[in-house]
Structures are given as C-alpha cells and as structure tokens.
C-alpha cells in the first residue's frame, strides 16, 4: 500500500509537511496545496513568491513532493509548471477537484468538470511538452457523477501518472459520505491507476475501504492523517494501535517543534495561531471530549495561553479510544 498526504491549503503547508514527515512514519507522496499564477492588466503572468517558497526545495528537504496547480488555461498552466519544474519536481498535479464556489464560478477546481473541451485544450498543450509528468486530482464532477464518467475515456489518451478521486461532487462540497459505488464505476473507464482519496480516518473506514475497492493500492489521507497522525502508521501496520504514552509524547513534541518553526517564520500571535487553530480544529478528536479541547484552544489569544493550554490537555485529557 502507498499513502499520500493530501493537500489542505491552509494546514498543510511546508513547515507541517516536513515536520510531519520527521514525527510519523507511514506517509510515501506528498501532495502540496494548490499553486496558480495571477495576471496582471497588461498580461504579464507571475506567482506569488510565498507560493514558491512553500514548494522549495530548501523548505522541503525530506520529501518526495508534488506539487499541485490550480488553473483552467494551456497558457496559465505551461507557465505556473514551467516555474515548478525549474525548481526540479519530477511531477505536478492538476487540480480539478476543488468545491469551493469562489474557485467553481470561474470554472476552475471541480468547476471546470463540466468543461470537457476547455480540459482537452489544457491537456494537448501540456501533454505536448510535459508527458508522463502530470496527475490528476479530481471529484466525481461539479453536479454529476456522469461528468468524470464522461470525462474518464477521453483522458486515456493523454499520458498522465495517475488520477486521483475524492468521489464527492463539488456542489456537495464536504456533506454526505464518500461514494464508494461511484469510485469503482470510474475503475473499469480508464487505463490509469488510480488513488482513492476521501474519509478514510480510522480503521474502520479503512476496512470499509478496502473491502468496498479491494484493486486500490495506493490512498490519499486528508482530514483524517491531521486528525490522528498515527493513522499512516497504523494502517501500513496493519491496525491501528491503541495509542501509549510515548505516542503522547510524541505528538506533544510535534506541536511544540510547529510553534517553534511558526514562531520563526510567521508574525504576530494571530498569525501563528491562526496556523495552529486551523490544525486543532482536526486534531481535536485524538483527545476524549473533543469539543471542549476544541473550544479550549479556540478561544486562546495570545501565545503564552496556547502554550499553557496545550501543556493542560496534555497533562489532563486522555486520548479518545
Ligand atoms: C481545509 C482544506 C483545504 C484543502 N485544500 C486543498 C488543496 O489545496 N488542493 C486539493 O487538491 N485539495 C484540497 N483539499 C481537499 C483534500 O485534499 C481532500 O481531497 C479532501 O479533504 C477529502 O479527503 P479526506 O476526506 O481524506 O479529507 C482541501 C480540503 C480541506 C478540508
């Protein structure tokens, strides 16, 4: 089994990425947040140098990373990877997965699934100068499953890695559940491998999983890996384990080793916060009572709260069993 860290903007970004990678085991690819570039009046093209520095190769030392691209035009898409591919990545991802409507109105993410021509048109331009290089990250369509059922054979043609499906619409965005009879409908119309990716956070939706698709070898975990960081672990083990005090530690010595790095890179304590909150909101669950450790760390504003709030879950709240 290969697993994939899945790309959360706003959680995932390098520091996580490879201080994640240092603390746990278990995780092969990691998949960056989405890239685009911005254009200007007069036509000129650039990309935010934060967005560079997130996928350089200095601030990515342990990692096999992919980085990902977010866009809906040959052009747009040649120029965001030729920067990426400068900086030596063997691989990107295109995102055509993206639910969020801000993304969706300009027909980009999952909003461009609909779009079959406007995707072949992406696709012939960078085939043409980057076969074998690109993947394809992907939701079952913006409305209906028919349009990735459509869209399936006519993406035989183009040599891509793989594809991975996360088998939501993007007009659901996170509600219901994963449709597993949708992801293995999608297997028998293509020639690709494909990476299942959506609500695999323990083991039983694993298990579930597993049985359900019993071809797919390689998965993507989202939520669940910032939930429980264990949870790589644990399933290329073979069951997840209940956890022991050293993992408490461990864990412990992550959080820590986070603030520290944010502390060096980023300004402000609502800065630094936002960034930790935004991890805590998943993480939460390792602990029993989640909600209460939620709202505990929600409501800190200043650093030296947070360090002592963190210390006082630790000391206090057993981990969910
Ligand atoms: C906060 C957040 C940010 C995300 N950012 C990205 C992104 O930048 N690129 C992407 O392809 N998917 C993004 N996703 C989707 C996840 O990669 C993943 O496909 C989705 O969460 C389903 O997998 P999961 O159930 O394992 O979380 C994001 C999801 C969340 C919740």
Redesign the pocket.
């Known amino acids: 089994m290969e697993i994939y860290m899945?790309?959360?903007?706003?959680?995932t970004d390098c520091i996580y990425r490879t201080t994640f990678l240092r603390y746990f085991k278990g995780v092969d690819r990691v998949m960056a947040?989405?890239i685009s570039s911005l254009s200007a009046a007069n036509g000129t093209r650039r990309i935010k140098p934060a967005y560079l520095r997130d996928i350089s190769p200095e601030n990515n030392k342990n990692t096999e990373l992919i980085p990902?691209i977010l866009s809906n035009d040959p052009d747009d898409f040649l120029f965001t990877a030729q920067h990426i591919f400068n900086l030596g990545w063997p691989e990107i991802n295109w995102?055509l997965?993206?639910p969020s409507p801000m993304v969706t109105r300009k027909k980009r993410g999952s909003g461009l699934l609909p779009h079959q021509g406007q995707i072949c048109r992406v696709l012939d331009a960078v085939m043409a100068r980057y076969p074998e290089r690109i993947s394809i990250?992907t939701r079952l369509g913006l409305d209906s499953a028919a349009e990735l059922y459509r869209l399936l054979p006519i993406l035989d043609q183009y040599p891509l890695t793989e594809i991975i499906i996360?088998p939501r619409l993007g007009c659901q965005m996170?509600k219901g559940r994963?449709d597993l009879e949708a992801f293995q409908n999608c297997q028998p119309l293509t020639r690709h491998r494909l990476v299942y990716?959506?609500?695999?956070t323990d083991q039983d939706s694993y298990s579930r999983i597993s049985q359900h698709l019993p071809g797919v070898k390689r998965l993507?975990?989202?939520?669940?890996l910032i939930a429980d960081p264990f949870l790589s672990t644990g399933l290329k083990a073979g069951g997840l384990c209940l956890k022991s005090d050293s993992d408490r530690d461990i864990l412990k010595s992550f959080l820590d080793d986070l603030l520290q790095q944010y502390q060096g890179r980023l300004c402000g304590d609502s800065h630094i916060l936002g960034r930790l909150k935004g991890i805590w909101r998943y993480l939460a669950v390792i602990f029993e009572d989640s909600d209460k450790v939620r709202k505990k760390i929600t409501k800190t504003k200043k650093l030296n709260n947070y360090t002592e709030m963190v210390k006082s879950i630790f000391a206090e709240t057993p981990f969910s069993s």
């Open positions: 899945a790309p959360l903007r706003g959680i947040p989405f990902q995102n997965g993206c990250k996360h996170y994963a990716n959506g609500d695999i993507m975990l989202g939520r669940g």
